[in-house]
């Protein structure tokens, strides 16, 4: 699996957008992009995957260059209760026998501020 | 529905004794992983089952980590004369998979500290 690097903690104003980067210049043209958090002291949550094109949910947004290089989750509204560690993850789907491991690595500590 | 559940949630050992931890993942997914997370060292991958076999068992620590899974639903972790450096939380985690989507979808954790 691809590498991903991500800054190690980032501010944002409550209500504000957080805007959360990370790159993965290596990835491949079968590996997904996911997102996950952890808030303390719980499992962490999933928020979003893609391939190559843009995703939305209900919880996020996730734009993915045309390069496929790098990527940004947005949060639109960032609350208190998003103060968490996010991980940007890059991974083959593999199915029926191989695994699916996640690999995460150190993650981005977003601190959103009153 | 249901998520993945995990017991306990917490569970203190002294050193050398034997540990079970269990879980429950969401009804209907084949695939379960089991993580963990120490302090300081991030989250890393244990073990992979599809069904009740175990396709990846590469990241099991040393044979003193054992698991099995019965019946295509609850796995239980077993760690052998645990020792300090077990204490972690520990996560698991259960997919569909065989689907396109193969979003894994983690439990709350087990704390074990090992005294």
């Known amino acids: 699996d691809a590498k991903t690097t991500q800054p190690t903690s980032m501010d944002c104003a409550e209500g504000r957008a957080a805007n959360l980067p990370c790159n993965h210049s290596?990835?491949?043209?079968?590996?997904?992009v996911y997102w996950y958090r952890q808030i303390h002291s719980q499992g962490p949550q999933y928020i979003i995957h893609?391939?190559?094109n843009n995703e939305t949910n209900e919880m996020a947004s996730l734009i993915i260059t045309e390069d496929r290089k790098s990527s940004t989750l947005i949060l639109p509204h960032a609350t208190l209760r998003d103060t968490a560690v996010y991980y940007c993850?890059?991974?083959?789907?593999?199915?029926?026998?191989?695994?699916?491991?996640?690999?995460f690595g150190t993650g981005t500590l977003l601190a959103v501020q009153p | 529905g249901a998520g993945v559940s995990q017991s306990p949630s917490n569970k203190v050992t002294e050193k050398g004794k034997d540990v079970e931890l269990r879980c429950d993942p969401i009804?209907?997914?084949?695939?379960l992983y089991w993580y963990r997370q120490s302090l300081g060292q991030g989250l890393e991958f244990l073990i992979y089952?599809?069904?009740?076999?175990?396709?990846?068992k590469s990241g099991l620590p040393s044979d003193r980590f054992s698991a099995e899974r019965t019946g295509g639903s609850v796995s239980t972790l077993t760690i052998q004369r645990t020792q300090q450096e077990d204490s972690a939380v520990y996560l698991c985690?259960?997919?569909?998979?065989?689907?396109?989507?193969?979003?894994?979808?983690f439990g709350p954790g087990t704390r074990l500290t090992v005294l």
């Open positions: 009804s209907g997914h084949t695939a």
């Open positions: 893609g391939l190559k």
């Open positions: 985690a259960s997919s569909f998979s065989g689907a396109k989507d193969d979003t894994q979808y």
């Open positions: 290596t990835i491949s043209g079968n590996e997904y």
């Open positions: 089952f599809q069904g009740n076999s175990a396709p990846d």
């Open positions: 993850i890059v991974r083959v789907l593999n199915y029926g026998g191989a695994t699916n491991k996640l690999i």
